[in-house]
């Protein structure tokens, strides 16, 4: 559910108000209160935080110590009049969030929370809602005929009109003055621009990934963190542009997400640089199998010929004995009772497809048709 088709949350109980129904967990920007069974202390609601479109949101002061939910819609101070947001946290989940992202504004700094939003207010923001796609396109063709190397993403419209944010994506530093004048007299609004990176516009637009399933980013990635190729390394992946770039040709995001289990592993790993010493051979490092506790070393430093695999511990052994000067006898011994490529294992090796079918009788007939008069025969022996 994107930020449009999110129309309003729980606004307040005025006559007049539309039929607003809300169900929390469909936006990526909703966090699950985990800390809700708590006692309730009003002191702990002082600071609530407030989404808006795309992925931004803030931190407000609850100056009238209004009693919001998660979904809440409200109205909110801005620069200048106010904006219409929604609320993504609140209670003692905003302190452990202050902490995690290390935000030190002070409290009296901080923006305030008016009111629950009006009747009139989700009125007006439904209004400037609709203007967003049109005012994006004639703002794309103003772009073009201003002959800027950028492209306009998406417009955001502040809550009461006063305001609009254009999101743009550029590759270099473009000089948008002209732009903002020309955007200004068109639509007799504050013009802000925002620039936003492939990862953003690929969250915004969303897609399929390689995986099979939607994109990180278009369905619970908030906050990006930068990828480099020492991830995939690390998760010992072939550096391939290809294979490791994702649709907003950055490397993926998923690079990150089992990293800390890999470098874990790793962390009791003898060093991989140096060669083993044995009498018949020295042999290189070529691979590893993380989980697997697998060196995979070749006896050519410059090929992948004659691989042998080598169990952690037995490498550790090796490079002990070297450090004393000494060579081993054979890189690997005879009795190891580890398995190098386990086979793995068919559940439904042994059984059909058919397995739940209800027997058909007819087709056992058909397949037997001396069945009956075998069974009669063997009737008359008996009596």
């Not at 998660?70 to 003692?92: F, K, L, T």
């Not at 190729?229 to 770039?245: G, I, V």
């Not at 059984?351 to 009956?372: G, I, V």
Request: proline share 4%; glycine share 6%.
């Amino acid at each position: 559910m994107t930020e449009n088709e999110d129309i309003q949350g729980q606004a307040g109980e005025e006559p007049g108000m539309p039929d607003i129904t809300y169900k929390p967990g469909y936006n990526k920007l909703d966090s699950f209160n985990w800390l809700k069974d708590l006692p309730d202390v009003p002191d702990e609601n002082e600071i609530v935080e407030i989404r808006f479109k795309n992925t931004r949101k803030g931190f407000y002061r609850n100056v009238n110590s209004l009693r919001l939910e998660i979904g809440d819609v409200v109205a909110v101070e801005a620069s200048p009049g106010h904006d219409i947001g929604r609320v993504s946290m609140v209670g003692y989940l905003v302190d452990e969030q202050l902490k995690e992202i290390k935000v030190h504004t002070p409290v009296d700094d901080m923006k305030k929370v008016y009111r629950k939003a009006k009747a009139v207010d989700i009125q007006k923001w439904e209004e400037a809602k609709k203007l967003e796609t049109p005012t994006m396109l004639r703002s794309r063709k103003i772009s073009e005929e201003l002959r800027l190397n950028m492209k306009i993403g998406d417009v955001e419209y502040q809550g009461d009109k006063t305001k609009a944010i254009f999101y743009y994506i550029a590759d270099e530093r473009v000089d948008f003055r002209q732009l903002i004048k020309v955007l200004a007299d068109e639509f007799r609004v504050r013009i802000e621009m925002r620039q936003i990176g492939a990862r953003q516009e690929a969250g915004r637009i969303g897609g399929i990934g390689s995986c099979g399933r939607e994109l990180c980013c278009a369905t619970h990635i908030t906050n990006f963190v930068s990828v480099t190729t020492t991830h995939a390394k690390y998760q010992e992946l072939s550096l391939n542009p290809q294979k490791l770039a994702g649709q907003c040709s950055k490397l993926k995001c998923c690079l990150i997400f089992e990293l800390d289990c890999y470098v874990d592993a790793q962390r009791s790993f003898p060093p991989r640089e140096i060669p083993l010493e044995a009498l018949d051979c020295t042999a290189y490092f070529f691979k590893m199998e993380v989980h697997k506790g697998i060196y995979w070393y070749s006896t050519d430093q410059h090929s992948s010929a004659n691989l042998i695999a080598l169990p952690v511990q037995r490498v550790k052994e090796i490079q002990a004995i070297n450090r004393k000067g000494q060579k081993v006898d054979k890189l690997k011994l005879v009795d190891e009772s580890w398995e190098i490529t386990p086979e793995s294992q068919d559940l439904l090796k042994n059984n059909s497809l058919t397995r739940f079918d209800p027997p058909d009788t007819k087709n056992q007939q058909t397949k037997n048709p001396n069945r009956r008069k075998n069974r009669r025969f063997n009737e008359k022996r008996i009596k």
